[in-house]
């Protein structure tokens, strides 16, 4: 019986050394990576949020992806307007809150980071269910994560209500007085008193679908530097919280 011959090796390629051999990998940081923004001003930055200190009210804003009918739709803000009543907790409140066509700007309180974090997640949640009820829909209804701005001063905190509430000059051509679709009926800071109905249903007999302020600056704070005109044009020269850092 023959032997069985050897079996020949296979020489290595000439001048090649194990440095020369580029493994295909996968993951890591590269360029173009990443899930990508659906709105047209999906900008905010996915990094971990700022410690947030109690004492001051937060400005918060939900912006839509493109193609969603007006959020100032008379069905869809008054299911809008019942959701926010029910988003307030004892750790979260909302203060104050404007709905326009395609993004909704909030006033809110919080007691510590996790609980702003859990309370405008779970807002952000409970909106875009109402939102995709009311409108028959599925799928994304928010461009983007929340943007957080913190309100440190009673001017700040001023200039944030005035951009809340009054938002509807920014938008709406020839809008004046008091916008329906957003919380000025509940608020008490109007250097003239607002009447008892307005458009969408709002009227005295109607539960406030916002929380009192508990901090100073919420409550008294921002009193110090004047009531606020229901013609008075929104205007936001605020420092962010990261450049005080």
């Not at 905010?44 to 193609?67: E, I, Q, Y």
């Not at 028959?136 to 913190?150: F, K, N």
């Not at 009054?166 to 919380?183: E, I, P, Q, Y």
Request: glycine content about 10%; charged content about 25%; proline content about 5%.
């Amino acid at each position: 019986m023959e032997s069985a011959q050897p079996r020949a090796r296979r020489r290595p390629a000439k001048n090649v050394t194990q440095r020369d051999l580029r493994l295909r990998t996968w993951g890591g940081r590269r360029a173009g990576a990443g899930r990508k923004p659906a709105g047209p001003r999906a900008n905010t930055p996915h990094s971990s949020r700022p410690v947030h200190a109690w004492r001051h009210p937060v400005h918060l804003t939900l912006r839509a992806v493109r193609g969603l009918p007006s959020l100032r739709k008379r069905t869809v803000f008054g299911q809008i307007r019942r959701a926010l009543a029910r988003c307030s907790s004892e750790r979260f409140r909302v203060l104050h809150f404007s709905v326009q066509d395609d993004h909704i700007h909030l006033l809110v309180e919080a007691d510590d980071k996790m609980a702003l974090s859990c309370g405008a997640t779970g807002l952000a949640i409970r909106l875009a269910r109402t939102i995709n009820r009311v409108l028959d829909r599925a799928g994304r209804v928010w461009g983007d994560r929340y943007h957080a701005r913190a309100l440190f001063t009673p001017r700040e905190v001023r200039h944030g209500l005035v951009y809340v509430l009054t938002n509807w000059l920014k938008h709406v051509s020839g809008a004046r007085g008091l916008d329906a679709c957003a919380s000025g009926f509940w608020f008490d800071g109007w250097r003239r008193g607002v009447p008892s109905t307005t458009a969408h249903g709002w009227n005295a007999n109607d539960g406030s679908p916002v929380a009192s302020p508990l901090t100073w600056l919420g409550a008294v704070g921002w009193r110090r530097h004047g009531l606020i005109g229901l013609n008075e044009r929104p205007k936001f020269g605020l420092t962010s919280a990261a450049s005080r850092k």
